[in-house]
């Protein structure tokens, strides 16, 4: 019966005209499509089945075009309608890759959209048809996000002097349209691309099995802290800044986190065609054999991630309890928070209104969540010009009273309404947390440590007060957070805080530099694993390599921020930690101080990372103010000097102190210890040397401190 109903069925399709079929297959898909594009990024679970039954029917309405192309076209079938079918489908994928974070669906989607471009499917007739048009300006805005995730730069640049071109004919051909939102797009564009430099990109942001330690070698944490080996499963990344850098609803900072928490590939995501394809070639899920070269399939897959852009409470605390609900027993959520934690300078209601939410419309008018905010809006195109940056400050004195003791994900009219406060998070600390807080109110955030419900979080906060890089204090609105920066491309972001640009920076320089850096986050994590006084909140996810380069990274920061001549001696510029870290990866720890002076030497920036007499106060403070405290006449600046001339010695010369008599080795050790107990401990009793063995790294130590 079944058998007879389908040939039936078949019999009867045979007499439809093949553009009926067609049609109707179109009808059928966007049916399907205008069900899913409001469907939320989270309660991925749930969702999974109906883009299993809309990626089934595209692939069909696909394949039939291809089959019946001739056809088709004699029928009417325009150049334009199979480039929008191809642009759904990586639509498709991209969302898919939002919801996932697999790689392939990303690759996928830029399979699609890169063939409507090579093919121009919507070229004929652009200048002709306002309609057609505006769809090739928004397949472009589509098509640009996929290569900024993609880190595509090449094919990124391309396409903006597209868009550039396209919306300058357009403004000629349709004089009477406006496309004002378009050119603002543009600004959006290249404002970003100019604060992503290739600079910042020298090292993928991405975990790389080239330059990063392979899980499997990982260093086991010891037996007494390591309860449980946890796994970061799923992120929550969310950034609001007044006049931020971002294009759509990606601000620049959780740009670079959504990559730093992401396996780099380890093949290319793409292979150039050569030239244009045959419009008949096959293109679809066959072409899924580019995933083979994304990713190692021994790595476990990429952490989970939502990206929130100016959350309502209702929203963000809604994404939260459902991803609390699909997270495995051995999983860590990261909840990554970006705010000022005071009101912003208020904008005006005509400022956020019809231009943003047009473009957000434009770039993805498929992917908006169900849960709308009361204010989702993005801030006003017309603040795109430098102002003060609100998260800025020079002294303690400037900075905010944490009793506000929120972070504003919105502007000042619209109220509590998007205020995430600390006691918003204490619920779902019965699963385990860890929290970064970038904003000039983290520190209120240190009441969520103590007040869990049932496992402990660890938190990341961001100093109260950020430094200015460059002239101004507008940082933030030309390269993001510096904070973030630490988080996901250190090193880049020790040259900015010392003004270093690219330009004076040369490849072997930096590649010296990187190495120095990760042999040091290894050291670092080393020290972790096997200190006995680790608390087991770090050493549960020290296992883990994204949190564990995130918390390494972080160290690095701290010290940092904390040695650096304009910010040392000031709490309110030094980045926290809860619960502590043992004392042996503190700033003032021998190890750490010496990383962080080897770089500035490598750069050439010693003066201008360490004050005068900064750099005495870091190698000698124990030794030189116990000595000052039992002294009860204090060392003048002329007996310190007469003291340095008896016992002072230089290597290269050969001259030697009055108290110096024996042999070389003698003569080093007699010098050092004359005239700093805390370089000679450093040099010879944590490491003793026979005479001749003397390193390359340990020599310039020792210069160091005879200079």
């Known amino acids: 019966m079944a058998q007879q109903q389908m040939n039936n069925s078949n019999i009867n399709n045979s007499n ?81 890759y939002m919801r996932t974070s697999e790689a392939s669906y990303l690759s996928e989607a830029y399979i699609f959209y890169e063939a409507v471009l090579t093919r121009e499917y919507f070229k004929e007739g652009l200048c002709q048809d306002f309609n057609l048009a505006n769809k090739q300006l928004r397949f472009l805005a589509r098509f640009l996000m996929v290569c900024f995730v993609l880190n595509r730069r090449e094919m990124v640049h391309q396409l903006v002097n597209q868009l550039k071109m396209l919306v300058d004919e357009c403004k000629k051909t349709f004089q009477d349209t406006e496309f004002k939102e378009w050119k603002l797009v543009v600004q ?57 850098i971002k294009f759509s609803e990606l601000t620049l900072d959780t740009f670079r986190m959504l990559q730093c928490l992401e396996w780099e590939p380890s093949g290319s995501f793409y292979q150039s065609t050569g030239g244009k394809s045959d419009q008949n070639e096959a293109l679809g899920p066959s072409r899924a054999n580019y995933s083979q070269d994304i990713a190692d399939p021994t790595l476990p897959p990429n952490p989970r991630k939502a990206v929130l852009y100016r959350p309502s409470l209702t929203h963000f605390i809604a994404v939260l309890a459902t991803i609390c609900e699909e997270l495995p027993p051995d999983g860590v959520l990261l909840i990554y928070l970006s705010a000022s934690g005071k009101m912003g300078q208020a904008l005006s209601p005509s400022g956020s209104g019809t231009c943003s939410n047009t473009i957000e419309y434009v770039i993805r008018d498929f992917q908006s969540h169900s849960i709308q905010s009361d204010g989702t809006s993005t801030s006003s195109y017309s603040s795109l010009s430098d102002s003060p940056n609100p998260s800025a400050c020079q002294s303690k004195g400037d900075c905010i009273d944490f009793n506000n003791g929120c972070l504003q994900f919105g502007n000042r009219g619209i109220g509590g309404s998007n205020c995430i406060y600390p006691s918003d998070l204490i619920p779902f600390t019965r699963r385990p947390l860890f929290i970064i807080i970038e904003s000039d109110a983290s520190e209120v955030f240190k009441a969520i440590s103590g007040a869990e419900k049932g496992e402990r979080a660890a938190l990341l906060l961001s100093p ?26 250190p090193l880049q972001a020790f040259c900015l805080l010392l003004g270093i640009s690219s330009s004076d920076v040369e490849m072997d320089t930096y590649k010296h530099a990187e190495s120095l850096l990760s042999s040091s986050l290894s050291d670092w994590g080393l020290t972790l694993a096997t200190s006995d006084n680790l608390d087991p909140v770090w050493a549960q996810i020290l296992r883990d390599p994204f949190l564990r380069r ?95 001339g008896e016992c002072y010695a230089d290597i290269d010369s050969g001259l030697w102190g009055e108290q110096c008599k024996s042999s070389s080795i003698a003569k080093e050790n007699c010098a050092l ?35």
Request: glycine share 2%; with cysteine.
């Open 464 to 489: 109260s007060c950020s430094f200015p890089i460059g002239a101004t204090d507008s940082s933030r609105h030309s390269i993001g957070s510096l904070f973030t920066i630490f988080l996901t491309a």
């Open 550 to 644: 995130v918390l390494l990274r972080y160290i690095f920061c701290r010290a940092v921020l904390t040695l650096f001549n304009q910010t040392f001696n000031k709490k309110e510029f030094h980045p926290e930690c809860m619960p502590a870290l043992p004392d042996s990866v503190s700033p003032m720890t021998t190890a750490s101080q010496t990383v962080i002076l080897q770089l500035a030497k490598i750069f050439r920036a010693t003066k201008r990372l360490f004050a005068d007499g900064i750099v005495l106060s870091i190698l000698e403070c124990h030794s030189y103010n116990l000595f000052l405290a039992k002294s009860r006449n204090p060392i003048t600046d002329a007996e310190t000097k007469k003291k340095k």
């Open 16 to 96: 439809i005209p093949v553009s009926e079929r067609y049609w109707t297959l179109v009808d059928k898909a966007d049916k399907k499509f205008s069900k899913i594009k409001d469907l939320p990024y989270y309660e991925r679970n749930r969702y999974d089945t109906y883009f299993y039954k809309v990626f089934k029917v595209y692939t069909q309405l696909w394949k039939f075009q291809q089959e019946n192309r001739q056809k088709l076209v004699e029928a009417g079938l325009k150049r334009w309608e199979i480039g929008e079918i191809a642009s759904r489908i990586a639509q498709l994928y991209y969302g898919q």
């Open 188 to 244: 959006e564009i290249v404002r970003f691309l100019k604060a992503d430099t290739a600079f910042m990109n020298i090292r993928p942001l991405r975990y790389s099995l080239v330059l990063d330690p392979h899980p499997d070698v990982l260093p086991q944490v010891a037996a007494p802290a390591a309860r449980k080996n946890l796994r970061l499963r799923d992120a929550i990344l969310s950034s609001y800044h007044h006049n931020e």
């Open 673 to 707: 210890k004359c005239l700093s107990p805390t370089c000679y401990e450093l040099i010879y009793e944590s490491d003793p040397l026979e005479e001749g063995e003397k390193d390359f790294i340990r020599s310039q130590e020792y210069k160091y401190c005879m200079y």
